[in-house]
Nanobody
Framework: QGQLMESGGGSVQPGGSLRLSCAALGYTQSRQCMAWFRQIPGKEREGIAVMYTVGGRTALSKLAESVRGRFTISQDSAKPSVYLQMNNLRSEDTAMYYC???????????????????WGQGTQVTVSA
C-alpha cells in the first residue's frame, strides 16, 4: 500500500517559491497515481495537481486552473516520488498541502479525495507579507 512522507512546506512572501516533495515508501506497483491537494480550515480539500504513470510512462498529468501557469508537478516513478514546484505564490495559496496516492485514477476523478486510499500527513504552506 505504501506510506507517504511529505516535506518542503514553509512560509514565504507573495511572489516567492516553494517546492514540495512526497515519497511513497514501500509502494511497489507499476501504476502510480500521485496527486497534491490543499485544504483551508472549514473548506473542502481541493485537488490541484496529479501525475499518473503506468510502467514509468505518464498517462495523465493535470493542474487545476487555480494553479496553472504557476505550479508544476513532476514525478520520479522509480522511487516513487512526486514534486510540486510552486512559483509566484499568492496569499490565497496559503493552506495545508497533502500528497495522495492510489493505484488508479482518471480524467474524471483525479481531483476527488475519495479516489485516493493513501494520504500524507500534510505540510503547511503560508504566503504572507
Amino acid at each position: 500500500q505504501g506510506q507517504l512522507m511529505e516535506s518542503g512546506g514553509g512560509s514565504v512572501q507573495p511572489g516567492g517559491s516553494l517546492r514540495l516533495s512526497c515519497a511513497a515508501l514501500g509502494y511497489t506497483q507499476s501504476r502510480q497515481c500521485m496527486a497534491w491537494f490543499r485544504q483551508i480550515p472549514g473548506k473542502e480539500r481541493e485537488g490541484i495537481a496529479v501525475m499518473y504513470t503506468v510502467g514509468g510512462r505518464t498517462a495523465l498529468s493535470k493542474l487545476a486552473e487555480s494553479v496553472r501557469g504557476r505550479f508544476t508537478i513532476s514525478q520520479d516513478s522509480a522511487k516513487p516520488s512526486v514534486y510540486l514546484q510552486m512559483n509566484n505564490l499568492r496569499s490565497e495559496d496559503t493552506a495545508m498541502y497533502y500528497c495522495a496516492l492510489n493505484e488508479y485514477c482518471g480524467h474524471s476523478n483525479w481531483y476527488l479525495p475519495r479516489t485516493y486510499n493513501t494520504w500524507g500527513q500534510g505540510t503547511q504552506v503560508t504566503v504572507s507579507a
